[in-house]
Every structure is written in C-alpha cells, then in structure tokens.
C-alpha cells in the first residue's frame, strides 16, 4: 500500500491521471476482503465440532464388493485357462476363446463411464444390485448353452458380455465405499480388502476350470465337465445377488471420517461431471497414474490370458498346473495386497511404494524371460511368476487410494471410473498385440515386450507426487 501511495503521489505531482493505479488499488482491497472472508468461513468450519462415527454395516457392504467382484472376475478368465479344451469342443480358435474374455474390456470402455453417471443418479445400494442381477443372468445363459456346441459359443458370448456390463458397473467402487464407509485409518486398507477379493476370483477363474475340466478324449465327457463348471457359477451367481439386496446400503448416517463430512460440509458435489473430468485431466500427477495403472493392468490382463497358451508349448501335458501357477499367484497378492494397504495408512508413502512396486517387477520380469529363454524347469518360471503377481498386483491398492489423495474433493467413484477406464482400454490394445505376438512372433519376444512395459511404468513413478489435499482429522484422532 506505501508503494502504492507514493507511485499515486508521483503521478499526481507530474499532473498524470492515476485511474489505473486507482482502479487497481480498489481491486486489492476487494480481493483481500474476499480472502479474508474465505479465511473466517474455513475458520468457522474447523471449529465445529465433528465426531466421525463407523458402522459395523460397513463390513457387510464391503462383503457384498467381494463376494459379488469375486464371482464376476472368476467368469471373466475362466476360458482362457482351459484355452485349448474350449477350442476343441466348440470348434473354435484361440482368438475366438480371448475373446470371450476381452469383452469384458470391450464393453467397460463405452460402459464405465456412463455406469459412474447412473451410480450418481440411483446410489451405490442400487448400483450393486443391479450388477449383481446382471451377473447371474450372464453365468444363467452361459450354462443354457454348455450341451450345445452349435449354439453354445454363442450363449457363452452373449452371457460374457451381460457379466461385462455388470463389471461396468461396479469394479470402480472401492475406493468409493473405502471413502463413505471406512475410518480415515481404514481406507487403504478397506481397498487393499476389495482388490484382494478382485484377486481371489481371478485366481478361481483360473484354478476351477483347471480343476472341474479335463482334457478327455470324449466331447461328450468334456461336455459334461464345461456343465458342471458353468452350473457351479450360475448357482453361486444367484446366491450372491441375494446376499446383495440384503445387504448393500447407500451410505452410513453419519460419515466415517474428517474428509467424508468436510466434502459434504462444502458441498464439494455441487461442480458439473464435466467440470471434474476437466480438474482431473488437467491433474498430470494423476494422469500419470492412469498410464501406470493402465499398463500394469494390461500386462495382467495379458498374462492371465495368454498363459496357459504361452507355456503349453513348452510344457505340454501342464494344463493343470499352469492353472494353479495363476491360481496361486493372484492368491499370494492377497496378503501383499492387505499389508501394502496397513502400510498405506499408517505412513501415507505413495510414491515411495510405487517405485518400489514397479522397480521389482521390472527386476522378475527380466529374470523370467531369461529364464525361459534358456528352457529351465517349469518350476523355476512358476517361482518367479509367483513373485511377479504378488508384488505387481499390490499396485492396484496404492493406485486407487493415492488418486482419492491427490484429487480431492473430487468424487472417488469419478476418479476410480477414470483409473479403470483407461485400463480397460489399454488392456483391449495389449492383449489383442500380446495374442499376435504370441501367435506370429514367439513367446520369448512377447515376454521381453512385457519387461519394456514395465521399465517404462518404472520410470514414470518417479514423476509422482506423494501427498495431495486430503485433508485429516485436525486433532490426529481419526478413526
């Protein structure tokens, strides 16, 4: 302001006109008026009182997640681990089986979106009821068709995408519920419990076929076997839906944490959906884990695939045990998974985690395609496999969690929606390029392109931002 006085002062003595000198000084004392009633109203907010309060139905809406994203993902792979069985009893060829799994990223890309529009129009409960319908019809009209081999490539097709469409719906909501539900120590790991149940079903997509289905030489054999596969799911399927309408709820009465109750407060919903994909997309800390998201999960998509075509050449005979090579893999994600969300929320080191993540897998994948280039023991490629899963899928934890970090108050199901979004599309690109290497090239090449994949999500986590504007409870004491 003397600065201002004494420029004013000059320009008066020199018989200036100091209109804009005047027009800028009103303009400060206006903005800093305005600031100073920004600064009371915040003010005014941290000092009521807030008592963040969880429920034990928490536990049973995360339940519902599970068991609903359990029974969903097992149908997404449960061909492409009975691959060459599946060929043979319908007539078939391996594009055609893929493809019964890459409708699920098919339709998520023009689905998901709309699905995070429809979820806020009918609620969370609603939304997952309404998948949990959609998923039993899908596994009800894939069993309609297993004693048909005419048809039945068909109806496995149109009850792959039905179950599609209710992946669409739904695979977005962890950190969703997480943020509704759960304490502000509990979030992380609330989504390390809903993405080790994403890991559980695809490890039971890939170890009942293997189980149930035997390559027999009589169709009518494997026919009956594909039967009692598909009836399993449908039953199953159904139960679940039922579990759901009991018991899913929209949100608890009173939210669980300081962040939940201070977006509400300042009523951070009010802004457009188009003006929070527009704040999301100009966020480069959060693009940047849309692209490490979406390649690491392409490079699963690509593996649990691909797999079983990817080693049966080598190792004829292993159906089997390739499908527990998968199987127990994805299951040793599970306590990765819970312990990376523990150490989540407790030190808040996303960056660091990240590094860390996919500094190992670029370090296994290299020692797996040398491995299998000089033709070693099944068992030492179904070691180091192993390894690879349970550290690479634990990036699915960080991923949703540190993208609520750094995108508040924006909603999480639009972030989340977004982080799958784009992983679907880029799962669609690199399992259809992984099948045609595989396919035209060789399994070698295939696995040396995967290790450049992940040397480049590598590099890219060194551009990250660790913290964002999440706030915590102010006194430390949160839930």
């Given at each position: 302001m003397i600065c201002l006085e004494t420029f004013q002062t000059d320009c008066e003595v020199q018989g200036v006109e100091c209109e804009s000198v005047k027009s800028f000084e009103e303009r400060s004392e206006t903005e800093e008026s305005s600031n100073v009633r920004i600064i009371e109203n915040m003010e005014q907010f941290e000092v009521i009182e807030f008592t963040p309060k969880v429920y034990l139905r928490r536990w049973a809406v995360l339940a519902s997640y599970c068991l609903l994203t359990m029974s969903n993902l097992a149908s997404w792979f449960s061909f492409s681990a009975i691959s060459n069985i599946i060929q043979r009893y319908y007539g078939i060829n391996l594009v055609q089986v893929n493809w019964l799994a890459m409708a699920f990223s098919t339709v998520s890309i023009f689905l998901m979106i709309p699905s995070y529009h429809l979820l806020e129009r009918i609620g969370?409960?609603?939304?997952?009821?309404?998948?949990?319908?959609?998923?039993?019809?899908?596994?009800?009209?894939?069993?309609?068709?297993?004693?048909?081999?005419?048809?039945?490539?068909?109806?496995?097709?149109?009850?792959?995408?039905?179950?599609?469409?209710?992946?669409?719906?739904?695979?977005?909501?962890?950190?969703?519920?997480?943020?509704?539900?759960?304490?502000?120590?509990?979030?992380?790991?609330?989504?390390?419990?809903?993405?080790?149940?994403?890991?559980?079903?695809?490890?039971?997509?890939?170890?009942?076929?293997?189980?149930?289905?035997?390559?027999?030489?009589?169709?009518?054999?494997?026919?009956?076997?594909?039967?009692?596969l598909l009836l399993s799911s449908a039953v199953e399927a159904s139960v679940i839906f039922i579990i759901i309408c009991i018991t899913i709820k929209d949100q608890p009465q009173t939210p669980p944490n300081y962040s939940e109750s201070k977006k509400l407060s300042i009523n951070a919903q009010s802004h457009s959906a188009i003006s929070g994909y527009k704040i999301l997309l100009r966020n480069k800390h959060f693009l940047t884990i849309l692209n490490i998201h979406g390649i690491l999960f392409s490079i699963e998509s690509i593996f649990l695939v691909?797999?079983?075509?990817?080693?049966?050449?080598?190792?004829?005979?292993?159906?089997?045990?390739?499908?527990?090579?998968?199987?127990?893999?994805?299951?040793?994600?599970?306590?990765?998974?819970?312990?990376?969300?523990?150490?989540?929320?407790?030190?808040?080191?996303?960056?660091?985690?990240?590094?860390?993540?996919?500094?190992?897998?670029?370090?296994?994948?290299?020692?797996?395609?040398?491995?299998?280039?000089?033709?070693?023991?099944?068992?030492?490629?179904?070691?180091?496999?192993?390894?690879?899963?349970?550290?690479s899928c634990?990036?699915?934890?960080?991923?949703?969690?540190?993208?609520?970090?750094?995108?508040?108050?924006?909603?999480?199901?639009?972030?989340?929606?977004?982080?799958?979004?784009?992983?679907?599309?880029?799962?669609?690109?690199?399992?259809?390029?992984?099948?045609?290497?595989?396919?035209?090239?060789?399994?070698?090449?295939?696995?040396?392109?995967?290790?450049?994949?992940?040397?480049?999500?590598?590099?890219?986590?060194?551009?990250?931002?660790?913290?964002?504007?999440?706030?915590?409870?102010?006194?430390?004491?949160?839930?």
């Open positions: 969370l409960g609603m939304i997952m009821i309404l998948a949990g319908f959609l998923n039993a019809l899908g596994c009800c009209v894939k069993y309609a068709g297993y004693s048909k081999p005419t048809i039945g490539y068909l109806l496995l097709l149109i009850g792959s995408i039905l179950c599609a469409i209710a992946t669409s719906a739904f695979l977005f909501l962890p950190s969703k519920i997480a943020a509704t539900w759960f304490g502000e120590k509990e979030r992380a790991t609330a989504i390390a419990i809903a993405v080790s149940a994403d890991s559980f079903g695809m490890a039971l997509g890939y170890f009942l076929p293997t189980s149930i289905v035997k390559n027999k030489s009589s169709l009518e054999e494997v026919g009956a076997d594909i039967g009692t691909a797999l079983n075509e990817l080693l049966i050449g080598k190792f004829p005979g292993y159906e089997r045990q390739i499908g527990i090579m998968a199987s127990v893999g994805l299951i040793l994600s599970i306590p990765t998974s819970f312990l990376v969300g523990i150490l989540l929320d407790r030190t808040h080191t996303f960056k660091r985690v990240t590094l860390v993540t996919t500094g190992l897998c670029s370090l296994l994948t290299a020692l797996l395609s040398i491995l299998f280039y000089i033709n070693v023991r099944f068992y030492f490629l179904f070691a180091t496999y192993l390894a690879i899963v349970a550290v634990t990036y699915y934890t960080t991923a949703f969690d540190h993208c609520a970090e750094l995108t508040y108050p924006i909603s999480e199901a639009q972030s989340g929606v977004l982080l799958l979004w784009i992983a679907q599309v880029y799962s669609l690109i690199f399992e259809q390029s992984g099948s045609w290497v595989l396919l035209y090239i060789g399994a070698e090449e295939l696995l040396f392109c995967v290790l450049g994949l992940y040397i480049i999500i590598f590099i890219l986590s060194f551009f990250l931002k660790n913290r964002g504007p999440r706030p915590s409870q102010p006194n430390g004491s949160s839930l």
